[in-house]
C-alpha cells in the first residue's frame, strides 16, 4: 500500500531560501527590461529583509543577467545560472513537498501558450543544485495553479486544472487522486475563473491565498473591477464548502498602455520568514492592501514593491518566486 504523502508546507512556515527568476532575455522583455530587473532586485532586498529574512537565490539564464543580477543584489542573494525561457519559477520550478522531495512536473508552457526553451526542466535542474532529491510527475501542473494550508485542504480553478490544455484526458476525480498521490493534499477547494486576461487560465495565487488553515483570502471588489463576479463567485464556493473566507483590497481596473485590462492582482503577495512582500500598482488601493496585510501578518514587516513592469511580462512576485520550505 502507498504511504500517504505529508502535504507541502504552507508558505508562511519557515523557509531555507527562495528562487527568484532574474530577467534575462531582451527580446522578450524589450523596454521593459531595465525596470523589471530593477523591481526584482527590490522584491530580492525585501525578501532578504537585513539578513532576518530566507537566503535568497536569484537565478539569471545567462551570464550577462547573473552579472547585471549580482550589480543590483549585492550580497542580498546568490545569483546561479541557469538556462530558462522566463522568469516564471512558480510554475516552472519544482515544488518542494512534506517529504522535502522536489516534485517536478510536467510544463506546457501554460497551455502551448509560451513554450519557451529550458522552462519544462529548470526545476529539475534547480532542485539538484541544491542537492535535494527530485521526483517527476508525468502530469502538467503549475506551482500558480494552487494553493495550499499545511494540513491538506488545497484551492485551485476549474478554469486551469480542468482546462483541456493542460491534461485533456483527466477527470476532477482523476486530477484529486492524482493530487493526493503525489502531493498529499487530500482535500481540494475548487473554485471557478481565475482574474479576466490572466493568460495562466485562471492561476489561483492571483485570486485567492489561503492564509492560516482553512482560512481563505479573497479580494472585495472595488468600483469599475472588472473581477468583481470572479471575486464573488469564489467567495461564495468557499464558504459553501465550510472554509473561512478573509475579505482583502482589490487594485480594481488596471489598464496598460494600449488601454487594456491586465490581471493585476495583490493577491499575488510572497509570504517569507520575516517580510510579506505585495505588488503595488499606482492605484488608491495600494496602501490599504499593505495595511491589511500588515494585520494579517503582525510578525512580518510588510513591503509593497511596484510592478507595473514585471506585470507587462504577465505575472507579478509571486509568480517569479518558489520557496524552499525548511523541513
Not at 512536473?105 to 541544491?130: C, H, P, S, T, V
Not at 488596471?254 to 510572497?270: C, G, H, K, Q, R
Request: charged share 25%; proline share 6%.
Amino acid at each position: 500500500m502507498t504511504q500517504t504523502l505529508p502535504p507541502p508546507p504552507p508558505e508562511w512556515a519557515p523557509h531555507d531560501a527562495v528562487w527568484i527568476g532574474f530577467p534575462s532575455h531582451a527580446e522578450l522583455w524589450l523596454e521593459d527590461l531595465a525596470p523589471a530587473r530593477a523591481e526584482v532586485a527590490m522584491f530580492a532586498h525585501a525578501v532578504h529583509a537585513g539578513g532576518k529574512g530566507e537566503k535568497v537565490i536569484l537565478v539569471a539564464a545567462d551570464k550577462e543577467a547573473g552579472e547585471a543580477a549580482r550589480r543590483q543584489a549585492g550580497d542580498v542573494a546568490r545569483i546561479v545560472i541557469e538556462p530558462f525561457g522566463d522568469i516564471w519559477l512558480r510554475d516552472t520550478a519544482a515544488i518542494i513537498g512534506g517529504d522535502g522531495r522536489a516534485h517536478d512536473f510536467g510544463f506546457n508552457g501554460w497551455g502551448g501558450k509560451y513554450a519557451l526553451d529550458g522552462d519544462d526542466d529548470i526545476g529539475e535542474r534547480l532542485a539538484r543544485r541544491e542537492h535535494i532529491p527530485v521526483e517527476t510527475h508525468g502530469w502538467v501542473l503549475e506551482g500558480g495553479a494552487i494553493d495550499g494550508d499545511g494540513t491538506g485542504l488545497v484551492v485551485t480553478t476549474e478554469q486551469c486544472l480542468m482546462n483541456r490544455n493542460r491534461n485533456p484526458g483527466l477527470s476532477m476525480s482523476e486530477i484529486e487522486r492524482l493530487l493526493h498521490q503525489d502531493l498529499g493534499y487530500r482535500q481540494v477547494l475548487w473554485l471557478g475563473d481565475g482574474l479576466l486576461h490572466d493568460h495562466t487560465d485562471g492561476h489561483v495565487d492571483n485570486l485567492a491565498r489561503f492564509i492560516g488553515p482553512n482560512r481563505l483570502l479573497i479580494p472585495e471588489a472595488t468600483d469599475n473591477d472588472p473581477n468583481w463576479r470572479v471575486y464573488q463567485d469564489a467567495a461564495t464556493r468557499a464558504a459553501r464548502a465550510g472554509v473561512e473566507v478573509v475579505r482583502f483590497p482589490s487594485p480594481g481596473r488596471v489598464l496598460d498602455e494600449e488601454e487594456e485590462i491586465v490581471p493585476a492582482s495583490y493577491m499575488n503577495f510572497y509570504i517569507g520568514n520575516a517580510a510579506v512582500v505585495v505588488p503595488q500598482y499606482g492605484q488608491a488601493n495600494d496602501a490599504a492592501a499593505i495595511a491589511a496585510l500588515e494585520k494579517l501578518f503582525p510578525g512580518r514587516a510588510v513591503t509593497g514593491i511596484r510592478a507595473d513592469h514585471v506585470l507587462t511580462g504577465g505575472g507579478s512576485l509571486h509568480c517569479i518566486s518558489q520557496q524552499i520550505p525548511r523541513i
